[in-house]
């Protein structure tokens, strides 16, 4: 059946806005991210949203939930700011039964170079198709469940609560 | 206890030679590429040799088995040349009964830009740390049972067998 | 003799801040980009502020220009941010006499993957070789005198007044 | 008028075979350096061949020689293999009076990552606009005259006879 995947923004797919010098979102790299690393899961990938995940509210979280509640696919990956991954982890934990759900995303934007986004989304796309049901934040290498996890906002690492 | 890592060569870890205009083999980049992805999973890196995967003699292989039963790990990545990754992993799967192993390479090297190998890497240290005890090949998103896989000479690509 | 180079900051310099997703000033990356071009002109790199253009003070401009002065070289290049880049060319053409400077920059951080930066600088070290004194701007692969130069807010692109 | 460019091959345009594992030719990066590098300057691309330049022959610098002489353009860059660069500039010195030619190339690839390819092409679009009649070779971040330069088989580097 293969991977759905939700492209919600973070720091992930930002860009670097030559006229003012700030990051920006325009489209997702995850099609030529999935290329670069030559996958051959079948996926369908479907943007949410592109926002930082510091503006992501209530309302959006709930959208996410719905896609994934309707998706027919078993294994879900989505790509997410990483400031309040674990939030959004706990929310679906809780309205998203039954499935396997795997967050995950970049400390350095895909385009600038040097990114953690490569590593993560390949481990991303493996631990969706072996964990059990369940929601998952799969960052640094490692992989915790939704409820146990927090971004140490010092090192700008997830750690296990 | 971490995951122990054997590098054994493979497109992964080639340079380019400045002065030849020819790929060679230097020193490996795992280091690096973990910490491009910001890899906090507890690893051990050992390198057993740095040979093109066509010239993996069956001694080469036993040697790697050997090393396979002596680490005190129970999970254990191998980075190796996809040409005959497929061969190793069945000489592996004969004589490492009770770990989990996976296999994984690169088509491009890491140091020539669009590499695949750190979308490779992410994936192996996931499937590593949740596939149960057996040998494995991780490559283009998937992973594939020992025995069961080929790399299609003519696309690049693994497929099932 | 060489050529004396002047680090002043600007975009060229920049880097991400993983832990404020904001771009920021750390070390100059001159020596690193020098060594990427193979370059065997002898230099020699002081860095005399790391700060965006927008901030640069006409007090600023007159140490800029102070050494400028007091360099043993004839030929200096000063790496500088490009929303001033012009206003500063235009200041060392007043106050420096006998010398060639050219200034360059780049729209996009050096570290941030596809950056101008490196193409500029081979052209900054280019034309101070070869042009005759004077204060000159390098971007876009043209070279403009001081004084006959702006930047288009629109296009981020340097043209003749 | 702009500046015409010659296309012949060499290291600059080499790309990785990921099947063979080996070097190859397929098109040309010059638009795309171009472009990364911003570049405004007027220019006029045409590949005259793809080749490793220690197999052109008499009859391949005769052709290119014949190009420059029909050129309209005044000004002429030629991305060429390093290793007969030397020979090449010396054949054109002899046959194309009236015109300034500079001769580039690279060590690395620009497509295997850390390249020397879009340092050199800026030096050369500088050289090539600002230096006298004549034939130059541009690299590493210095000009030669045709005649008076080899490239050192031993460090790889260009120096002056």
Redesign the interface.
């Known amino acids: 059946m293969g991977i759905r995947i939700f492209v919600t923004g973070g720091?992930f797919d930002?860009e670097?806005n030559?006229?003012t010098?700030?990051?920006f979102f325009k489209d997702s790299h995850l099609p030529e991210?999935?290329q670069?690393?030559?996958?051959?899961?079948p996926v369908d990938i479907r943007t949410l949203m592109m926002i930082?995940s510091l503006e992501m509210t209530a309302m959006d979280r709930e959208l996410i939930a719905r896609h994934c509640l309707d998706a027919d696919e078993q294994q879900i990956v989505i790509t997410h700011g990483t400031d309040t991954m674990a939030e959004t982890a706990a929310v679906l934990a809780r309205m998203v039964p039954g499935k396997t759900i795997v967050i995950t995303g970049a400390?350095?934007?895909y385009?600038?170079?040097?990114?953690?986004g490569?590593?993560?989304?390949?481990?991303?796309?493996?631990?969706v198709?072996?964990?059990p049901e369940g929601v998952y934040v799969?960052?640094?290498?490692?992989?915790f469940r939704a409820g146990h996890v927090r971004k140490n906002?010092?090192t700008?690492?997830?750690e296990e609560l």
């Open positions: 720091t930002k670097y030559e006229l010098g700030q990051p991210m999935l670069l690393g030559r996958s051959r899961v930082d400390m350095v934007p385009k600038f170079g040097s990114s953690d490569l590593f993560n989304l390949g481990s991303a796309i493996a631990f198709q072996t964990l799969a960052m640094n290498g490692r992989c906002k010092l700008g690492e997830f």
